[in-house]
């Protein structure tokens, strides 16, 4: 079934809270929806949303917004190690997350609580505690809206990296729309606990170590640290963390001036440093600047502070805290969130 609403409010459907509205809302709930749209009458441009928690939208935007209501999630168990489950794209992640955790699987804990609907986090690539989306997903069906077919991408044709995907690129920019994805989950016991604190905190908590006591102790560290989008507005990570070469991070060592530098070390000599320290090098934790603030205890995170922020506010504080981080450290921070 396909839902139409002209003017529609977008407030709800964006986790920072901006009061924007689009000319025409779509809601549909079957891949089959899709091939019944006349794409040709819809105003444009057309920009397909999740759960609106990786978007800043800066006003209102004149085409059409389609929304994912494909909503199922199924077990094909063939008795073996590996377990696959396909998942509608407008399923909540997290949910999936929770269901794989209950079966006792393997592969998905360490995402818990990462906000976003499944067919957004395909293109994304979303990814928490060494783990990322790529890790569990067997294949991508898409829906070509230059074609009008059912298109399948396996694992590797997603070309998948870090926040980035074969469906990000330029050429592909609202070609495939996601309809479904394959997860492979396995029964084997295997925790990554290396990353973040995570090991202290599964330990801390006793008992066996489950999928199930891993997630829940990504999510008491998660909640720990983030807002809650119902609460106080924000798209989660604002930044990519820059990945650089040995001489760029040799520059940063030297600007740090003697303080130590987290980082972790990548194939090909390559460095991944947090975004969040060099944010807060910088002075900005827990800054405000208007309706916008950086988050207290993540200054990776900025957030719709006054509950009433206006979209110009938050561009301006990203454009701030991107000019002091490059005066500083001769880095420059690319957003994770798309900027619409």
Not at 47 to 70: K, R
Not at 117 to 136: L, P, S, T
Not at 195 to 205: H, Q, S, T
Request: charged share 25%; glycine share 10%; with cysteine.
């Amino acid at each position: 079934m396909i839902t139409r609403t002209e003017n529609y409010n977008l407030r709800s459907r964006n986790t920072f809270g901006m009061d924007v509205s689009c000319a025409l809302f779509v809601e549909y709930d079957s891949a089959g929806d899709l091939a019944q749209l006349d794409w040709e009458a819809l105003p444009k441009p057309i920009l397909h949303v999740g759960g609106g928690s990786n978007l800043l939208f800066t006003g209102d935007f004149p085409g059409t917004v389609l929304h994912s209501a494909i909503r199922y999630v199924k077990f094909v168990d063939m008795g073996l190690d590996d377990v696959l489950m396909t998942v509608g794209a407008g399923v909540v992640f997290d949910e999936f997350v929770q269901r794989a955790c209950d079966a006792s699987l393997w592969g998905a804990e360490n995402l818990s609580l990462i906000p976003g609907e499944v067919g957004a986090c395909a293109v994304q690539n979303v990814g928490a505690y060494g783990a990322e989306f790529k890790d569990i997903v067997s294949g991508v069906v898409c829906f070509d809206t230059h074609t009008g077919d059912k298109t399948v991408f396996k694992q590797p044709e997603c070309a998948y990296g870090y926040r980035d995907s074969i469906f990000k690129r330029p050429e592909n920019k609202g070609r495939y729309i996601v309809t479904s994805v394959l997860f492979r989950l396995s029964r084997r016991r295997g925790p990554r606990l290396e990353y973040g604190g995570l090991k202290a905190a599964v330990e801390a908590a006793g008992g066996p170590v489950t999928p199930l006591s891993v997630r829940e102790a990504v999510l008491g560290i998660r909640r720990a640290k983030l807002p809650d989008p119902a609460e106080t507005g924000s798209a989660g990570s604002f930044f990519k963390n820059p990945v650089l070469d040995r001489e760029r991070f040799s520059r940063i060592l030297s600007a740090a001036e003697g303080q130590e530098v987290p980082h972790y070390d990548l194939p090909g000599g390559m460095v991944k440093v947090p975004a969040a320290w060099l944010i807060e090098q910088c002075g900005f934790k827990g800054c405000r600047r208007g309706g916008a603030g950086v988050w207290p205890k993540q200054p990776l995170v900025l957030v719709n502070a006054s509950g009433s922020a206006r979209p110009d506010e938050i561009v301006a504080l990203k454009d701030e805290i991107v000019a002091v981080v490059r005066a500083r450290f001769g880095v420059t921070l690319e957003p994770e969130v798309v900027i619409v």
